[in-house]
């Protein structure tokens, strides 16, 4: 039987619960907004065929992974704690940092290129809204 994978040349891959959460993210950021969900899409599933990929080719994915991912978490925390000196909403919302912040990224670069202009408007006005009443919440401190 011809699959995708196979097509590509790649092997057929394990139902793992990689790729339920990449389903999962995929279906929820399509429900989002289409567009940009369709593009998150092909990242996500991009990024798990990568990985996929790597895992089978390298004996120390497994580390290498978790060096990297704790890399990025240690500098995460340092450019909000050192340059923005705010906590990373991490500590506010556990589901936003995790689930939303990344679609927002993707969404920040679409706005750039031009994407829903309208959009970018009314997330950006909020945000500096919320941003001047948390500066206002921290004078009080």
């Known amino acids: 039987m011809t699959t995708f994978h196979s097509m590509l040349g790649a092997p057929s891959m394990p139902c793992t619960a990689a790729t339920v959460t990449g389903t999962l993210y995929s ?19 991009l990024s798990y065929t990568t990985a996929y ?13 978790i060096a990297i991912h704790l890399t990025g978490w240690v500098i ?3 450019g ?6 705010r906590a990373p909403a991490l500590f506010d919302n556990l589901f936003q940092a995790l689930f939303q912040a ?3 990224v993707l969404l920040e670069l679409m706005f750039q290129l031009g994407y ?3 959009l970018s408007k009314r997330i950006y006005d909020n ?12 004078k009080d401190d």
């Open 76 to 78: 995460q925390f340092y």
């Open 127 to 138: 945000a500096e809204r919320d941003i001047a009443a948390w500066k206002e919440s921290k």
């Open 102 to 104: 990344p679609f927002f």
């Open 116 to 118: 829903r202009k309208d």
């Open 80 to 85: 909000h704690f050192v340059h923005e000196r």
């Open 53 to 65: 990929l790597f895992s089978q080719s390298n004996e120390n994915a497994v580390i290498i992974a």
């Open 27 to 45: 279906a929820l950021y399509l429900a989002m907004d289409p567009f940009a969900g369709l593009i998150a899409s092909g990242l996500i599933a």
